[in-house]
């Protein structure tokens, strides 16, 4: 039987599936940034009225998945991109620039693709791999750590898992999701990906921002999971092997995550940046009422002055991406193998994506707020939708507070201390 929706959402893109279809994957970076520039113009159409209709994003998961931007980071063995970190994090900021939540949504994803990759065995890692790259899985995550009433109970084989979480990310719109919980009797965190249709999602994500982001609650009802499928853990002994905070390699997860964060809390202000730029050209008008008059917005002094601020601020936010990118990805290249890398090393590299999380936030909530004026009070109507880029970055920079990153990156500046892992650093 066919699925409506998903035959619906399909349709909604049928030229760009059959063009990304015909093309294949793409063969390198460029390539890879090209398609996301793509995708992102195709989103960007029509991000502003499914922001205020609060469209589920069924149809732009469905595009996610033709473009191939789903796999950019699986084995090509199993018919992914093979391309690394470095990249995925230009592809996710170019895709936020078009719709925030659809770049957060590919973000979470490629962070949850990977996932097995760093807590997982490496039987675990392949397996996972290969379903996720050759059943091209979208996932979602039921993954919050402040949320402690998930519970794991052992029966025999498996694992049965009952509980709640407050938000999960793409869930609704997902094939399989990630849960995560401590068993009990233990302090050691599981992870396991089961099918999303076993879950019970609240749909009731209404959000000031990230609207489409499906981030909403979901109750979890006597899921069972095979222990061979909890990451990190013996089958055999019900031990785990290697505690997810408890080896420096194994806490990469989290600052991977954090810069997740970062490169589409930049790319959204990049959109919001572009949007400024096309409605000022088309529609601002100069101010009258001054003793140096303009006939065109575009050379009145003040507008000048924002656009060049903003977009120096821009420049620099993203130059910093792209370090903090290619440090953690060259953390990976070195030790994925052996996972072998030491606490000083992963420290200085969290610092990096940590100073970052400080810029990123100050300068896209600066940007996206600030384009106002720009354009002008015109463009404060509900047609325009304009704020929905402030609205996005200001929903996701209270995911954790940017002050204790301030504190922690301090601590690193003035003491030479690396932070010690947690769940957010």
């Known amino acids: 039987m066919v699925d409506p929706i998903a035959s619906e959402a399909s349709s909604a893109y049928d030229a760009h599936h059959k063009q990304f279809t015909s093309e294949g994957l793409p063969k390198n970076a460029a390539g890879w940034l090209s398609r996301a520039q793509k995708v992102s113009e195709i989103v960007a159409t029509t991000a502003a009225q499914r922001d205020l209709d609060n469209t589920s994003?069924?149809?732009?998961?469905?595009?996610?998945?033709?473009?191939?931007?789903t796999k950019i980071l699986g084995p090509v063995q199993y018919g992914g991109g093979g391309q690394e970190w470095d990249v995925a994090y230009k592809v996710i900021r170019e895709v936020a620039k078009g719709d925030g939540s659809i770049g957060m949504l590919l973000g979470y994803h490629l962070l949850w693709s990977t996932t097995a990759n760093v807590v997982g065995t490496e039987e675990q890692k392949e397996r996972i791999q290969k379903n996720i790259i050759e059943n091209n899985w979208?996932?979602?995550?039921?993954?919050n750590p402040r949320d402690a009433d998930l519970v794991i109970t052992p029966e025999g084989d498996e694992l049965v898992f009952?509980?709640?979480?407050?938000?999960?990310?793409?869930?609704?719109?997902?094939?399989?999701?990630?849960?995560?919980?401590?068993?009990?009797?233990?302090?050691?965190?599981?992870?396991?990906?089961?099918?999303?249709?076993?879950?019970?999602?609240a749909y009731n994500w209404d959000s000031v921002g990230l609207r489409g982001s499906e981030s909403g609650s979901v109750r979890i009802q006597n899921v069972r999971v095979a222990w061979a499928d909890a990451l990190g853990w013996d089958a055999k002994t019900q031990k785990p092997i290697e505690a997810v905070l408890g080896i420096p390699y194994a806490s990469l997860l989290l600052p991977t995550i954090q810069n997740v964060f970062n490169n589409f809390y930049v790319g959204i202000a990049l959109g919001a940046l572009d949007w400024a730029r096309a409605y000022t050209l088309k529609f601002t008008r100069p101010w009258p009422y001054t003793d140096d008059p303009k006939s065109k917005a575009q050379d009145e002094f003040h507008i000048?002055?924002?656009?060049?601020?903003?977009?120096?601020?821009?420049?620099?936010?993203?130059?910093?991406?792209?370090?903090?990118?290619?440090?953690?990805?060259?953390?990976?290249?070195?030790?994925?193998?052996?996972?072998?890398?030491?606490?000083?090393?992963?420290?200085e590299v969290a610092e990096t994506i940590a100073s970052l999380k400080i810029v990123a936030t100050d300068t896209s909530l600066r940007v996206t707020s600030g384009i106002f004026e720009i354009v002008g009070a015109r463009a404060t109507g509900r047609k325009a939708n304009a704020d929905r880029f402030w609205r996005d970055i200001r929903t996701h920079t209270l995911h954790d507070p940017?002050?204790?990153?301030?504190?922690?990156?301090?601590?690193?500046?003035?003491?030479?201390?690396?932070?010690?892992?947690?769940?957010?650093?």
């Open 162 to 201: 009952n509980g709640f979480k407050h938000f999960n990310t793409g869930g609704v719109v997902s094939d399989v999701t990630w849960l995560e919980g401590a068993i009990d009797g233990h302090k050691e965190h599981i992870f396991a990906l089961v099918p999303s249709s076993q879950l019970t999602f």
């Open 304 to 347: 000048l002055q924002k656009f060049g601020s903003f977009h120096a601020h821009l420049a620099a936010a993203s130059a910093l991406a792209d370090v903090a990118s290619t440090e953690i990805a060259d953390l990976y290249r070195a030790h994925s193998q052996n996972r072998d890398v030491d606490a000083r090393k992963r420290g």
């Open 57 to 69: 994003p069924t149809a732009e998961v469905l595009l996610l998945k033709s473009s191939g931007l």
């Open 138 to 143: 979208f996932i979602g995550g039921a993954v």
């Open 402 to 425: 940017v002050a204790y990153k301030e504190r922690e990156v301090g601590r690193y500046a003035l003491l030479g201390e690396i932070p010690e892992p947690t769940w957010y650093t």
